[in-house]
């Protein structure tokens, strides 16, 4: 008795199964983030960050919208590690237990907020500080790592600034002289030790102008 042919399609369903089977299974840096995911795990930083991760004026937390995706993932993941400390992302925030895969989602969906779009920001420049000299001082130091305009390079995986509260700006900073956080991944950095209080305010006043509305 002679058998009817296969049909090609359960056929071809077989040989992508094996193929699959035979490249093993998927990491969690070759699956695609899902932003959909991601959306849902900020709804617990969002109690801190806001409803649209801007942050909150003064700079006791930072804005995270829109921040490139390399440096949101570094940054999750330290905290997550514990090589940075802090028990509202780590307990509040549910990072202790998220994956490599739910960082990647968390990471993608607050780089895609456009807060243009649903939160229109325009930071504050602080008071007494001199943006001009900031600018010469930033654009001579500062943009090597940070950018012309402040926007981060993925090469030197630092942040970007612009957008960036000058409290949370002013914070970091004086973590860094302190030694508490390592600048640039590097513990004998001593980048700030040379400026004055008021050039690091000039500084960050520059910085937060980057972000004006042309």
């Known amino acids: 008795m002679r058998h009817p042919p296969l049909s090609p399609r359960p056929l071809l369903l077989a040989v992508l199964a094996a193929a699959a089977l035979a490249c093993g299974p998927v990491t969690a840096e070759e699956q695609e983030p899902d932003l959909e995911l991601g959306k849902q795990l900020n709804r617990q930083c969002a109690l801190c960050h806001g409803l649209h991760s801007q942050g909150i004026l003064g700079g006791k937390y930072p804005r995270l919208a829109g921040l490139p995706e390399y440096y949101q993932i570094k940054a999750l993941t330290e905290y997550r590690d514990g090589i940075r400390n802090h028990a509202a992302m780590t307990v509040v925030g549910g990072l202790r237990t998220m994956s490599d895969h739910d960082l990647r989602s968390l990471a993608a969906y607050l780089a895609d907020i456009d807060l243009d779009e649903v939160f229109p920001l325009d930071v504050p420049t602080p008071e007494g500080a001199d943006v001009e000299n900031g600018e010469d ?78």
Do not use: N
């Not at 942040?159 to 000058?166: E, S």
């Not at 700006?169 to 002289?177: M, N, S, V, Y």
């Not at 956080?181 to 690091?200: L, V």
């Open 137 to 214: 001082l930033y654009q001579g130091d500062c943009k090597t790592c940070h950018g012309r305009k402040g926007e981060g390079k993925a090469s030197k995986e630092s942040p970007q600034l612009a957008g960036q509260y000058d409290g949370y700006l002013l914070r970091q900073i004086e973590t860094f002289k302190a030694k508490k956080r390592e600048h640039g991944g590097d513990p004998e950095d001593d980048t700030f030790d040379d400026y004055t209080d008021q050039e690091i305010l000039d500084i960050v006043g520059y910085v937060t102008t980057l972000d004006d509305k042309e």
